[in-house]
């Protein structure tokens, strides 16, 4: 039984370039939210997605935007890269209507240079 | 908005012996977890606590909710290197079963052999 996947796994841009990161959910789950998370800081919610529509968001700017597609997979797409938005971007899981844990994956290192 | 307060923020222990991390909310808690992260690495789920009161135990760790529900602690008895890591707490706003996750900043535990 798969867990939450994430991939690349690491990834080094420039200033105002434009990324996307993916995910792929725990086998039964249909929720994807996405945190970042700052060297020494604790995640910061993003965004999550169910029935392929942004059904929450934290504050991030709009340079961040996010796709669900219909086997639940999701992808988060930065634009205008800046320095700041170096850290570790996390993807997690979960079953729509409980409160039931959220499963993370491993995570994409992104570098801005 | 709702912020959790990890204490200590660091801890530094013998193997074998008893330590806590505390967990403490602006408002009340509906949903605590907790959470083990290996230095840049994704979230490892340990535990969840929904009701004032509720103790659960896996192994060599404990973690209460208090009867307020505006604290949580996460007791590791005997420890071993192998708890060493990065424990964070994260908490759901409101009642709602779905929706994005506040953590605290982590506690890092290092645990000398």
């Known amino acids: 039984d798969a867990g939450v996947t994430q991939s690349p796994t690491h990834l080094i841009k420039t200033r105002g370039q434009q990324v996307t990161l993916r995910c792929s959910p725990k086998?039964?789950?249909?929720?994807v939210s996405w945190y970042q998370q700052a060297l020494g800081q604790g995640p910061q919610f993003i965004f999550q997605?169910?029935?392929?529509?942004?059904?929450q968001r934290g504050n991030f700017p709009d340079r961040f935007s996010g796709h669900q597609f219909p086997n639940y997979s999701s992808e988060l797409n930065v634009n205008a890269l800046l320095l700041g938005d170096s850290a570790l971007y996390l993807c997690?899981?979960?079953?729509?209507?409980?409160?039931?844990?959220?499963?993370f994956g491993d995570g994409t290192r992104l570098s801005i240079l | 908005s709702q912020e959790l307060e990890q204490s200590p923020q660091s801890l530094i222990v013998q193997e074998g012996k008893n330590l806590t991390i505390n967990c403490t909310s602006s408002?009340?808690?509906?949903?605590l977890y907790w959470y083990k992260q290996k230095y840049g690495e994704g979230l490892i789920f340990l535990m969840m606590?929904?009701?004032?009161?509720e103790e659960k135990s896996h192994e060599k760790i404990t973690a209460k909710l208090d009867e307020k529900k505006q604290q949580s602690s996460l007791h590791i008895t005997a420890s071993q290197p192998s708890h060493a890591g990065i424990y964070l707490c994260?908490?759901?706003?409101?009642?709602?079963?779905?929706?994005?996750?506040?953590f605290g900043q982590g506690t890092i535990l290092t645990v000398h052999p």
């Open positions: 997690a899981s979960s079953l729509g209507q409980s409160n039931q844990p959220q499963h």
């Open positions: 086998s039964g789950h249909d929720t």
């Open positions: 997605y169910y029935e392929e529509e942004e059904r």
């Open positions: 408002k009340t808690l509906y949903g």
């Open positions: 606590l929904q009701k004032g009161g």
């Open positions: 994260g908490a759901k706003q409101g009642g709602t079963s779905y929706g994005k996750l506040t």
